[in-house]
């Protein structure tokens, strides 16, 4: 794997846990209305950043898919065959 994929994984990782931190603090309701201001704006980039990382993804699977669609194709119809 590349460096640039590896650090691509761990941003998404970092963003998505950092997110969920977010998250949880407003869950449990204790947040200044200044900080929660920020946070919300916070969550809101990195929720961003996460919908352009997973549509990056999800297009590059799709490429994928069309560049092996013959397997692809082959390996549907075999389990369609076994059902």
Known sequence: ?????KSDSINFSDSFNEL??????FEHGNVDVEE???DFEHALTLARGLKERLATVENKVTEIKKKFSDVVDDES??????L
């Open 36 to 38: 929660g201001l920020k």
């Open 20 to 25: 969920e931190k977010i998250v949880e603090k």
């Open 77 to 82: 119809e075999q389990s369609n065959m076994e």
């Open 1 to 5: 794997m590349s460096p640039k994929k």
